[in-house]
């Protein structure tokens, strides 16, 4: 099957020339968007912002979104643009695309797609064969229409399909997959788990999270305010005493009385 596959992506893809130079070109985008529908994308971001906040303090790993993978220099019919795809290795920074061999040829090792309603089986089975042969470590789908969760790592030198409906653990990434059955979940079923118990959160929680700081940062700056305003109220009202009693204490040494013998 794989002899196959690599025989049909070799010709039928279509390799890009520069008609001045004749020399091979890797186009940056397909001008298709990155998302079919605003779930596909809000899953998406969810992924990408939580694998680089995860691996934030090292630069030894590249994540991107979307971006062209060419395993094969010198041809750039070959290609995919996985939805999620992260390298070890490799540092982080912008790419224009992900050209293999000007990366220590260091295939990404986890590849993650989130399946749309314009996603075929066929188109399904084609990406799960170029990430074998390409040689992926682990990957994984999940559709949220049909909340389906599936994954693949790799044995014996091919992807594996993960046989469990529970949970489903990424060595490489250090979390854990699962799906949440209950309706209307923030994550669209899909939770991602760090090992501190952490989950990955949507821009959408993100943002809630954001707002609710912000409320209670908002609501503690007016307590302090008010809790400063009455101190200095009261401090002006000490003061405003201890001006009567100096007063009174002056009239009373002007009389010829000393306050400091009146008990």
């Known amino acids: 099957m794989l002899t196959f596959f690599k025989t049909f992506f070799m010709t039928t893809t279509t390799l890009f020339r520069d008609p001045a130079t004749d020399e091979v070109i890797y186009p940056?985008?397909?001008?298709q968007p990155m998302a079919e529908n605003t779930?596909?994308?809000?899953?998406?971001?969810?992924?990408?912002?939580?694998?680089?906040?995860?691996?934030?303090?090292?630069?030894?790993?590249?994540?991107?979104?979307?971006?062209?993978?060419?395993?094969?220099?010198?041809?750039?019919?070959?290609?995919?643009?996985?939805?999620?795809?992260?390298?070890?290795?490799?540092?982080?920074?912008?790419?224009?695309?992900?050209?293999q061999w000007m990366e220590g040829n260091i295939a990404p090792q986890v590849v993650i797609e989130i399946i749309s309603p314009g996603n075929t089986p066929s188109e399904?089975?084609?990406?799960?064969?170029f990430y074998d042969q390409f040689g992926v470590e682990e990957y994984y789908t999940f559709d949220p229409q049909k909340q389906k969760f599936n994954a693949w790592h790799r044995q014996n030198?091919?992807?594996?399909?993960?046989?469990?409906?529970?949970?489903?653990?990424?060595?490489?990434?250090?979390?854990?997959f699962t799906l949440e059955v209950a309706k209307n979940s923030p994550n669209y079923g899909l939770v991602v788990t760090r090992k501190d118990g952490t989950r990955f959160e949507t821009i959408a929680e993100i943002r809630r999270a954001w707002k609710a700081a912000q409320k209670q940062a908002d609501s503690e700056k007016r307590?302090?305010?008010?809790?400063?305003?009455?101190?200095?109220?009261?401090?002006m009202k000490a003061e405003q005493e201890k001006n009567r009693a100096d007063a009174f204490a002056e009239k009373l040494r002007a009389l010829g009385v000393n306050p400091d013998d009146i008990g």
């Open 39 to 99: 779930t596909q994308y809000n899953l998406i971001t969810m992924l990408k912002s939580g694998i680089d906040a995860m691996f934030a303090g090292r630069d030894d790993v590249f994540c991107a979104a979307d971006l062209f993978w060419y395993p094969v220099e010198g041809n750039s019919g070959i290609r995919l643009a996985p939805d999620v795809m992260v390298a070890f290795g490799r540092p982080p920074g912008d790419r224009s695309s992900y050209m």
């Open 223 to 235: 307590r302090a305010e008010a809790e400063q305003k009455k101190a200095e109220q009261e401090r």
């Open 28 to 31: 940056e985008s397909d001008g």
């Open 157 to 176: 030198a091919h992807l594996q399909y993960l046989y469990t409906q529970q949970e489903w653990y990424s060595s490489l990434l250090g979390v854990t």
């Open 124 to 129: 399904m089975m084609d990406k799960l064969e």
